[in-house]
């Protein structure tokens, strides 16, 4: 494997964990103001409805969604850092 693919690898790695940290605190988010929304609703009607169990499923999803984002960028971000290093030493090597 090429160093120049590893990096590059490894910059799709934080690319794509980003992007996926940035759906799912959209998510998130979406899914807190429906909650929100739906409580005021609630409260306007004099209800004690709870709020439908489809969200706690789907934040759930999205906290383990932003997780993994995580341990993605972790890994690439290592990706990045080891080519780098091999990097340096094939320069030092040939110097």
Avoid: F
Wanted: glycine letters at 4%; charged letters at 20%; aromatic letters at 0%.
């Amino acid at each position: 494997m090429q160093i120049s693919s590893a990096l590059n690898s490894g910059l799709q790695g934080l690319q794509q964990a980003n992007n996926t940290a940035d759906k799912a605190a959209s998510d998130i988010a979406q899914a807190t103001a429906d909650r929100e929304e739906q409580n005021e609703a609630s409260s306007d009607l004099g209800t004690t409805e709870t709020v439908n169990k489809a969200q706690p499923a789907s934040l759930t999803e999205s906290a383990v969604n932003l997780k993994v984002a995580e341990a993605q960028s972790s890994a690439s971000a290592e990706v990045i850092k080891t080519a780098d290093e091999n990097l340096g030493t094939l320069i030092d090597v040939r110097a």
